[in-house]
């Protein structure tokens, strides 16, 4: 019965309740959005490096070696020699290393210059290793294989030729059109950095600056063409970083402290691990503004049932006076009052979780290739229920207030008129 009343009180006045429903919708979706994004970007960088147990680059921060390195964010401020790169690698307690050479781009993709180590060894989320949804490797001197995203916003396929440019900017105009590469393979979608990025050998890499004197480009007279390089012995200098997997994890520490005390270079060895943990304390102030951010507005979303419900009382004190005339007691009363606030705090978290998920369907593919986050759309998390529960709970309190008041109210309060 009750049920029923409230369905036709709420019928009566449908606009109010559509947008009451609507405001409450909104910010559940977007509540309940900015947690999943949370979560999902640390995911992400979570899962882009598995296996590894130490990054190794020139001297400076943690923090920014690991976000140029990994991520492709920033750039490097030095570089390590490949001499000592050669000569650390050669530790019998490591189980595999990785070279990482950066400073080139295709049409704003990064460039990556590695060895073989890379498609045989990196693993990311828990241990998925590299492949190829089609192709293979780079085999020739001027062979490169590009990531998923690469592939699909560019439409490239195998075979096709590449012009890299020299830096990392999107609209640099030095490029090395004397070497264009081919296209030998097509990695599979990963949802990391490398969906974005294309991939060389370290003699590639140094192949297209053969002819680069000081980091300028060469004239036409100084360029040396491709098929001459091939016949050269290319002598690597230098490398960006390098990622090391130890046979045993027992010796991480002490290897990590002979790194960082290297004689030769300067050098930090840090563990991914541990400094994604203080990025995350970095970010963690941020993280805590968006969210706090969002609690006001599910507030300004429950603020606005509560002005519909109590601002329509004065409206409805004839209604309330009628059915109390016919029977119905003071808790009855209360009981319409509160069921009304559920069934529009209930509608308006349906609402928002199918907008949530209908804009997370719609635009996930362009989330993931513009910013490289991966959010799955999954059953909702116990965080994200608790997240929403409240929500509800919230919702009834804020119809408690106004039924407070309508319980209060004498039963001939509606029935008599005012002059």
Known sequence: MILRLTIASLKNRALTSVLTILSIGLSVALFVGTERLLISARESFNGTVSGAHLLVGARGGSVQLLLYSIFHIGNASNNVS???????????????????????????????????????????????AVEFESGSAPV????????????????????????????VSAQTIQRHEDKPFRISGILKKTGTPIDRSLY???????????????????????????????????????????????????????????????????????????????????????????RIVTYFIVLVGLSGMF??????????????????????????????????????????????????????????????ASSGIFIPVAAMSLREWMYVTVVFGCGLLTGALPAIRAYRNALIDGLSMRI
């Open 307 to 368: 002005l519909s419900i109590y601002t329509s009382l004065n409206e409805r004190r004839r209604e309330m006076s009628i059915l109390r005339s016919l029977g119905a007691r003071s808790v009855h009363i209360v009981f319409l009052l509160m069921t009304e606030a559920a069934l529009l705090s209930a509608a308006g978290i349906a609402v928002g979780l199918g907008f949530f998920y209908g804009m997370l369907i719609v635009f996930q593919p362009a989330m993931e």
């Open 82 to 128: 490949f001499k000592s790169y050669e000569d650390i690698k050669k530790d019998p307690a490591f189980e595999w290393t990785i070279p990482i050479s950066l400073g080139d781009s295709h049409r704003g993709f990064r460039v990556v210059g590695t060895s073989e180590s890379f498609y045989k060894n990196y693993r990311f989320r828990e241990g998925r």
């Open 200 to 290: 060389v050998s370290l003699e590639g890499m140094e192949a297209l600056h053969i002819d680069w004197q000081s980091g300028a480009a060469p004239s036409s007279e100084e360029e040396i063409p491709a098929e001459r390089v091939r016949k050269m012995k290319l002598k690597i200098g230098a490398i960006t970083a390098f990622l090391v997997r130890m046979k045993s994890p027992q010796v991480l520490l002490r290897k990590q402290r002979a790194i960082n005390e290297y004689a030769a270079e300067p050098l930090t060895a840090l563990i991914p691990g541990y400094t994604l943990q203080e990025l995350w304390s970095a970010v963690k102030y941020a993280e805590d503004a968006l």
């Open 140 to 167: 020739d001197l001027f062979d490169v294989a590009i990531g998923s995203d690469v592939a699909s916003k560019l439409q490239y396929k195998t075979g096709q030729n590449v012009v890299i440019s020299h830096g």
